[in-house]
């Protein structure tokens, strides 16, 4: 019995041991160490100014694409948010309602950060007249 206890006794240090020489790592975490990902887009116009919105002419063989990455390449949003925003605000300017096809010669509202925003938790913008034209995007039902 006592072998028993002794051999097991060895074998739980032996163990131990083994597991203490194992390295330890320390992750420190500090906030300036790798700086946060709102600084490295803080520097784009439309984070600089979240009002601020563009018009562009949509040129022959222009894709949707190409435009997002023009005015928004680089700003942190999600690319299909941004596209999903364009397509409901410019609805004319695209074949059936397909971001793959845009009518050239058409000229795009290209939304703020905040219209986007709006869009996106649907909360009614203080703007949004002002690039639909006057048209207005509820739909009222009438009869019974």
């Known amino acids: 019995m006592r072998v028993l206890l002794l051999t097991f006794v060895s074998t739980m240090l ?8 194992e390295p330890i790592v320390v992750l420190n975490y500090s906030e300036n160490w790798g700086g946060s990902v709102s600084d490295q887009y803080r520097s784009h116009p439309m ?10 002419e949509v040129m022959e063989a222009e894709t949707l694409g190409h435009i997002i990455a023009k005015y928004y ?10 596209e999903v925003a364009i397509l ?24 703020s950060v905040n219209q986007i925003r709006a ?23 009438f009869g019974s």
Do not use: W
């Open 14 to 21: 032996h163990t131990m041991i083994a597991q203490a020489a």
């Open 73 to 82: 390449g680089g700003s942190g949003l999600n690319m299909k948010f941004v």
């Open 47 to 56: 984070r600089e100014n979240p009002d601020e919105f563009k018009k562009h």
């Open 119 to 141: 869009l996106v938790t649907k909360e009614k913008s203080e703007n949004r007249n002002t690039y639909d034209n006057g048209r207005r995007n509820e739909i009222f039902f």
């Open 88 to 111: 409901q605000i410019n609805r004319s300017a695209f074949v059936r309602g397909n971001p793959n096809f845009l009518y050239a010669g058409k000229t795009l509202h290209l939304p």
